[in-house]
């Protein structure tokens, strides 16, 4: 059971990154004490080879004016004071013979003639060879059967004798392998602690993540209005929360019109289809040929009507969605709105309307002109289908280096209260209209695949002003999408 709790532990996100950032971390503290350790040990090397050149060269200086009894008192009188820093100081009897220090005078064939150290001097004696005895820093001299070199330093006097002063490294390399323990273990303690800091902190952070994955797989087609708590942290998974909870709210947003929009093109289709069958059956039994036509007439109308609102609430999905393919190019917004406007100006004056168009200089804009042709026509379609006669209707176009706007003002009773602030949704629709509900829709979603945006306003002096604004040519990049 226990192999089975460690594999699974082994096998998490938690485990992995902590191995990871604590063997980095073990990694940089063990060269830290690594380099620590070989600035003690060249530190207390230093040391001693310091106190060796110091002694050699006072005690030469003795053996040059001082006769021999003299500088035999001097090597003991320092032995002495060494001993009584403890500069030396056996811990074990048997480690005595290896903790020595020895003062010695010796002929230029290597003879001792005067000499002040432990019995084990005669054991340290052969391994002084001549390159001991030449002048020079202090030299490591191996001591055979011993644990640990001895330091030595020798000086040239005059009439070729050599002076050397010698030190056990025992001591300080017992120290240096104390501290190397200490540290190991300090090494050990610090990255046990380590891997514990970032297991738990990282098992903490986690554990946050795992609640967003456990609310993401609790979701289902019911429980779209559940929401992660936000928290006051302010990091990265903070703000990963409230992003997270954006993206539920875009999801319910978008979930509950797409049943909007199912119910409400269901509903809609109804009608088209009850009456286009209804013609055709009628036909199927009308016995003259005149009404034979006009009912099959009645039902290809039907069939239009149906086939032009489906088209429209493709299209704007299709443009809301991200999906259309624009085909951008470079034209004279005035000259499209000329266009249009001369366009419907027979159908507008048949119905008792004023169309008007107000463009005082050309506006030129990079974008896909039969979309916002056909935005323009929806938007003087639901002119021409609402607003009562009498009534004017101005088209108008501006702009600047950074914008273009085209906006259709009419003098009417402006929109019902009903539907004022969704105008702009899909099958928004008066009590009284008869149209599909999707023409500002596509003015919208035109104005927004191009960057831009809708606005609907209705003065305080009555009317309704909708104004389609996108970038300007100046503004917008020459390439096709």
């Known amino acids: 059971m226990f192999s089975r709790f460690s594999a699974a532990i082994r096998h998490t996100a938690a485990w992995r990154l ?42 030469a200086e003795l053996a040059a004016t001082a006769p021999r009894e ?18 030396s100081v056996p811990l074990e009897p048997e480690d005595a013979k290896e903790s020595v220090v020895f003062f010695a005078l010796l002929d230029r064939r290597g003879t001792p003639l005067l000499v002040h150290a432990p019995p084990a001097w005669l054991e340290i004696l052969p391994a002084l060879d001549t390159r001991h005895l ?75 993540v795992n ?47 797409m049943r909007a929009i199912g119910d409400s093109v269901a509903h809609d289709l109804r009608s088209p289809v009850t009456a286009i069958r209804g013609s055709l059956e009628m036909a199927l039994t009308s016995p003259e040929n005149g009404e034979l036509r006009d009912r099959v007439a009645s039902a290809l109308e039907g069939l239009d009507q149906l086939t032009a609102m489906l088209d429209a609430s493709l299209d704007a999905t299709e443009v809301e969605a991200g999906a259309l393919r624009l085909r951008r190019e470079l034209f004279d917004l005035r000259v499209l709105a000329e266009d249009v406007v001369e366009l419907y100006l027979p159908a507008a004056q048949e119905r008792g309307l004023a169309l008007t168009l107000r463009a005082p200089a050309p506006v030129e804009v990079r974008a896909d002109e039969g ?10 379609d639901n002119a021409l289908a609402h607003l009562p006669s009498g009534c004017t209707v101005q088209v108008s176009v501006h702009g600047d280096a950074r914008r273009a706007a085209i906006a259709v003002k009419d003098d009417g009773p402006g929109f019902p209260p009903e539907i004022r602030d969704r105008a702009f949704d899909r099958f928004a629709r008066g ?40 970038p300007a040519a100046a503004s917008t990049a020459p390439t096709s999408s």
């Open 18 to 59: 902590s191995a990871v950032a604590t063997a980095v971390f073990a990694l940089g503290t063990a060269a830290v004490f690594v380099a620590a350790y070989l600035m003690l040990a060249s530190g207390i090397r230093q040391r001693g080879d310091n106190w060796l050149d110091a002694e050699t060269a006072s005690l």
């Open 371 to 380: 979309l916002l042709r056909r935005a323009l026509t929806n938007l003087l």
């Open 134 to 208: 030449r002048p020079g820093p202090p030299r490591s001299v191996a001591v055979p059967g011993w644990e640990y070199p001895m330091r030595v330093a020798s000086r040239a006097l005059t009439g070729g004798d050599v002076l050397l002063v010698g030190e056990s490294l025992r001591g300080d390399q017992q120290m240096l392998d104390e501290t190397t323990q200490n540290l190991a273990w300090m090494w050990a303690g610090v990255t046990v602690c380590g891997f514990a800091v970032s297991w738990f902190g990282i098992r903490r952070v986690l554990a946050r």
């Open 211 to 257: 609640t967003i994955t456990e609310v993401a797989a609790a979701i289902g087609p019911d429980q779209l209005g559940r929401r992660l708590p936000e928290e006051k942290h302010g990091d990265e998974i903070a703000r990963l929360v409230a992003t997270f909870n954006v993206m539920l709210d875009r999801i319910e947003t978008s979930i509950t019109q």
């Open 431 to 470: 009590r009284k209209s008869e149209g599909t509900g999707l023409g500002l829709a596509l003015v919208r979603a035109a104005a927004l695949v191009h960057g831009g945006t809708v606005t609907l306003g209705q003065p305080a002096g009555g009317g309704t002003v909708i104004e389609i604004e996108v």
């Open 70 to 87: 003299t500088l035999m008192q001097e090597f003991a009188r320092e032995d002495h004071e060494l001993t009584n820093r403890s500069l």
